[in-house]
């Protein structure tokens, strides 16, 4: 959905860089989401998140992992000291308010070489 | 076994064929969502269903809670319906995050 916009959308880093991919929401959205597509794999939730606050880090991995959703700026997905296995498409949704239909970017692929 | 099953995992059908596909779930939801994404593409979500039956186009989504069951149709289907098409729920509880099916691959033939 054009609304809720990603970038970037493709990414090549090599093993032990990191990566950085952000979110604007939808206008008026102020919950993000971010969830992650492995090769042949489906989606899996990482993390919710409201302006400035960590609401859901539940399917985050412990390390390396970090998200943020400062008051001014785009969410930021961040990833530390990259891995082959972390090569993956990377959701962002967002939503107006809990419950409510979400809307899902165009996604960032992550490629580690 | 997974909390959302979807089937059949790969669907090919010829063009104007009524389409189903199915998707059973073993939690308690507040929501269904099915989504649509195209290969290398983006997700659009085309309905969000908590009861009932919703329709856009040539697009029809049925719920029933009591089976915690649904079926996404397609009518008169068209190769540019060709996509993964993904169930998802919202659980109870923790809303805001979705647990997904693994997908069927509907591939429509002209």
């Known amino acids: 959905n054009a609304g809720v916009m990603q970038n970037p959308r493709h990414l090549v880093r090599r093993r032990g860089q990191e990566a950085r991919l952000r979110c604007s929401p939808m206008k008026g959205h102020s919950h993000v989401y971010w969830y992650r597509q492995l090769p042949e794999e ?49 959701f962002c949704a967002s939503s107006p308010s809990w419950g409510n239909t979400i809307y899902f970017g165009e996604g960032s692929w992550l490629t580690v070489v | 076994k997974n909390e959302v099953e979807q089937s059949p995992q790969n669907l090919t059908a010829q063009e104007g064929e009524f389409i189903t596909i199915n998707c059973s779930y ?31 186009g040539r697009l029809i989504a049925t719920i029933n809670i009591q089976e915690k069951h649904s079926s996404l149709h397609i009518t008169a289907s068209h190769p540019r319906d060709s996509a993964v098409y993904i169930c998802a729920v919202s659980a109870i509880q923790g809303a805001q995050k979705l647990v997904f099916g693994q997908g069927t691959r509907l591939t429509i033939n002209p």
Do not use: C, T
């Open chain 2, 26 to 56: 073993s939690v308690g939801i507040s929501a269904l969502h099915w989504l649509q994404q195209h290969p290398g593409g983006g997700i659009v979500s085309l309905f969000m269903l908590s009861s009932g039956k919703k329709k856009h």
């Open chain 1, 42 to 90: 489906g989606l899996k939730f990482m993390v919710y998140l409201q302006k400035e606050n960590i609401i859901d880090e539940s399917g985050m991995p412990k390390e390396r992992f970090s998200a943020e959703f400062p008051k001014e700026g785009p969410s930021i997905l961040r990833i530390q000291q990259v891995v082959r296995g972390d090569s993956a498409a990377y």
